[in-house]
């Protein structure tokens, strides 16, 4: 018969197992002429944050969009290009990490364990300890 008990053990370390996830899109680049008046950097603010924003936007329809984002075209990549400018299709790669377990180093009464887990435990570790008599020659139920 088994005896068994919940204990807790002190974590050591905690690292994230991580899982890579690449996308890619097409975008359209254009080249700004070279007799266009420069402008100054204040002035492109926006249309950085513009592209940040269609950056995530993309990112929110790899993983999963709702029908009501889907159903609302984006003006922005709809905007046709300037006389004079030189445009193409570029594929733009991006690169995710997301967590997706958590190697964890414990001690128990002295000795050092690994174990893979689906969640970060923190600073303790619930751990289930059981004991059983060992008998040599001896079958033990579910096994052959």
Do not use: H, W
Request: proline share 10%; net charge neutral; aromatic share 6%.
């Amino acid at each position: 018969m088994e005896n068994v008990r919940i204990d807790y053990a002190q974590v050591l370390s905690v690292e994230p197992v991580y899982q890579v996830l690449r996308a890619s899109r097409n975008e359209q680049q254009c080249d700004r002429p070279a007799d266009a008046p420069s402008v100054d950097a204040d002035a492109d603010k926006p249309r950085e944050e513009g592209r940040i924003a269609r950056m995530v936007d993309s990112v929110k329809g790899i993983f999963g969009s709702d029908d009501k984002d889907a159903a609302e075209p984006n003006p922005q990549a709809a905007t046709p290009p300037a006389p004079g400018q030189n445009c193409r299709m570029v594929t733009v790669e991006r690169e995710f990490r997301r967590p997706i377990a958590y190697d964890v180093d414990y001690v128990y009464k002295g000795s050092k364990y690994r174990s893979r887990l689906a969640e970060d435990p923190g600073n303790r570790l619930r751990i289930r300890v059981s004991v059983m008599p060992y008998a040599p020659g001896q079958i033990r139920a579910g096994n052959p």
